[in-house]
């Protein structure tokens, strides 16, 4: 079975520095696909990125960006310029195909002013 | 605006209940899916739906059912309410992957408290 293992229970980042999260995962396959989701207080699942297996090119949307190393299994999360509003419980997760998402246990990030 | 919606956003029951939970999307999706989400164990997959009537056992489907009798409507059953099922339970929907759509969305959460 899949699985995806984050290491960091909890980080924290000043107000408009950077945040590295970190995600590993264990997979036989070479087509899927990897998210990182952010649950707010609201308790909101909120997608934030997504990456396609197959294509090399680390995903970009705004101040968040992936590195994504395939062979490594290894998808952190570079979240730029921070802000309050990003604090959050952020989960990396797997999907193959048409089988449910495999979650990590979850990231608390807390953002300092 | 895409919408999964769960019935109740925090729920008190009595140890031995039978407690509903109920989510219902309106996006049409094929997939719905029942989360256990517990601190420090991150989100655990119970049960699932591919189609109506369908339903497939997740990680930890020990005291859960579930039913899918509409599309649009996936209920998670408690039969007996024990107080190890004190837990955040989040649903989640999403379109076949032959659609080419992966991203899933959820609704806000029940917090169910059982004493």
């Known amino acids: 079975a899949q699985t995806v293992t984050q290491s960091q229970p909890e980080m924290s980042v000043q107000e408009a520095e950077t945040v590295t999260l970190s995600c590993t995962y264990d997979t036989s396959e070479s087509d899927y696909y990897l998210f990182w989701y952010k649950q707010p207080p609201s308790r909101q699942m909120i997608l934030v990125i997504r990456q396609e297996a197959y294509k090399q090119q680390n995903a970009t949307e705004n101040r968040f960006s992936v590195n994504f190393q395939k062979a490594a299994k290894s998808f952190s999360l570079k979240i730029s310029d921070s802000q309050l509003g990003d604090a959050a419980m952020y989960f990396c997760a797997y999907l193959r195909g048409n089988t449910p998402l495999v979650f990590g246990k979850g990231t608390r990030l807390s953002v300092i002013a | 605006d895409v919408k999964v919606t769960q019935s109740s956003r925090y729920l008190v029951k009595r140890t031995g209940e039978k407690v509903f939970l109920e989510c219902v999307q309106d996006m049409d999706h094929e997939n719905m899916f029942w989360y256990r989400q517990d601190p420090g164990l991150g989100l655990r997959l119970i049960y699932f739906?591919?189609?109506?009537?369908?339903?497939e056992k997740g990680d930890i489907p020990e005291g859960y059912s579930v039913s899918r009798e509409k599309k649009e409507r996936f209920s998670l059953i408690l039969e007996s309410a024990s107080t190890n099922q004190t837990s955040m339970y989040l649903c989640?929907?999403?379109?076949?992957?032959?659609?080419?759509?992966?991203?899933?969305?959820f609704g806000q959460g029940t917090r169910l408290t059982v004493v």
């Open positions: 989640a929907s999403r379109p076949t992957s032959l659609s080419g759509n992966t991203e899933a969305f």
């Open positions: 739906s591919y189609d109506v009537k369908m339903k």
